[in-house]
C-alpha cells in the first residue's frame, strides 16, 4: 500500500513538474518571438496571458501556489519571466529604479540596522556614529542604522573626510548584502510583476 502511495506522489510530481517544463518551453518561445518581431507577434499573446492571469489570479496565487514553497517559488519565477517577456513593460527597468528607491528610502534605512565586522576601522565608525550622530540628537542610545550611517558620511565630508574610505567601505557592505536587502528585492520584483500585468478593475 505504501508503495501505491509513493508511486501516486511520484506521478503527481512528474505531471507537475511536466506541467513547468512546458510553461517554460512556452516563455521561452514568446521571448524568442518577441526579439525577431520587435513585440508585433508576441503582444497579443502577452496581453492574453496578461487577461488570463487577472481573470484567474487563483490559478497562479490561490490552490496551485499552496502545494509547497517550491510550487509557489516555481509559479513567481514564471511570472517574472512572463513580465519580462511582455513588450514595452520594462520589467527589469522597473526593478532597478524601484529597489533604488527603496534603498535610499529613510524609512527603510531607519529599520536595516548597520553590520560592522570587528575591524578597528569599523569600531572607529560605530564610535563617531555615537559622539557625533546619536548624542547630539538623543540621550537615548539605539542600535545604529543606515540612516546613521548616512549622517556620519555627511559629517566626515563637512570635517575633513578623513573617514571617508572606511565609511564607503562600510556603506558597500552593507548595501549590497544579500541577506538584508533579499526581501526589498523580492518585494519591488513582485510590485514589478503586479505593473506589468495590472488590474483594470
Known amino acids: 500500500m505504501n508503495d501505491d502511495f509513493e508511486s501516486k506522489e511520484e506521478g503527481e510530481a512528474s505531471v507537475f513538474e511536466g506541467c513547468v517544463l512546458i510553461v517554460i518551453g512556452i516563455i521561452f518561445l514568446i521571448v524568442i518571438l518577441g526579439v525577431i518581431s520587435e513585440g508585433r507577434v508576441t503582444k497579443p499573446i502577452t496581453d492574453k496571458l496578461?487577461?488570463?492571469?487577472?481573470?484567474?489570479?487563483e490559478f497562479f496565487f490561490g490552490d496551485l501556489a499552496q502545494n509547497s514553497n517550491q510550487t509557489r517559488e516555481n509559479v513567481r519565477k514564471n511570472l517574472i519571466a512572463l513580465a519580462r517577456a511582455k513588450p514595452f513593460s520594462n520589467y527589469d527597468s522597473c526593478v532597478k529604479e524601484r529597489f533604488e528607491l527603496y534603498q535610499s528610502?529613510?524609512?527603510?534605512?531607519?529599520?536595516?540596522?548597520?553590520?560592522?565586522?570587528?575591524?578597528?576601522?569599523?569600531?572607529?565608525?560605530?564610535?563617531l556614529i555615537d559622539t557625533h550622530i546619536i548624542q547630539k540628537e538623543t540621550i537615548i542610545t539605539y542600535p545604529h542604522n543606515l540612516n546613521d550611517l548616512d549622517k556620519l558620511f555627511n559629517w566626515d565630508r563637512d570635517n575633513g573626510m578623513k573617514y571617508i574610505y572606511d565609511i564607503l567601505d562600510l556603506m558597500d557592505r552593507n548595501y549590497s548584502k544579500d541577506e538584508t536587502w533579499s526581501f526589498i528585492y523580492s518585494l519591488t520584483e513582485d510590485e514589478c510583476v503586479r505593473k506589468a500585468f495590472p488590474n483594470d478593475d
Open 50 to 57: 496578461a487577461e488570463t492571469i487577472k481573470n484567474n489570479p
Open 105 to 127: 528610502s529613510e524609512i527603510v534605512k531607519q529599520g536595516v540596522l548597520i553590520d560592522y565586522n570587528s575591524s578597528k576601522e569599523d569600531e572607529v565608525i560605530k564610535a
